[in-house]
Nanobody
Framework: QVQLVESGGGLVQAGGSLRLSCAAS????????MGWYRQAPGKQRELVAD???????NYASSVKGRFTISRDNAKNTVYLQMNSLKPEDTAVYYC??????????????WGQGTQVTVSS
């Protein structure tokens, strides 16, 4: 049982910055990957970035060099620093936590989503 709560979304002009936060509570296991996904209207939900407990990261090519994901294990919190925002970054951003309770089994938990709108 894991709950994820996102914050930090909002409206920003192109070229601006936002910092998203996601705090996990409940029975959080140490061996997990936390990440950010986004979904724009009419589009599939896509991975933006994720990070392991050891801070190994992956980024979508569209955000490399602009976004930075980080993780505070002591606070069970993941962040997404978004710089040089573009209108195409507009989407609902969802926090995700994935963990493996046993070999071959993956569980996923999702936050409620936070709206990011980038105006041109």
């Amino acid at each position: 049982q894991v709950q994820l709560v996102e914050s930090g979304g909002g409206l920003v002009q192109a070229g601006g910055s936002l910092r998203l936060s996601c705090a996990a509570s409940g029975s959080v296991v140490s061996n997990s990957i936390m990440g950010w996904y986004r979904q724009a209207p009419g589009k599939q939900r896509e991975l933006v970035a994720d990070i392991t407990r050891a801070s190994s990261t992956n980024y979508a090519s569209s955000v490399k060099g602009r976004f930075t994901i980080s993780r505070d294990n002591a606070k069970n919190t993941v962040y997404l620093q978004m710089n040089s925002l573009k209108p195409e970054d507009t989407a609902v951003y969802y926090c995700n936590l994935a963990y493996w309770p046993r070999v071959g089994v993956q569980n996923n938990y999702w936050g409620q989503g936070t709206q990011v709108t980038v105006s041109s």
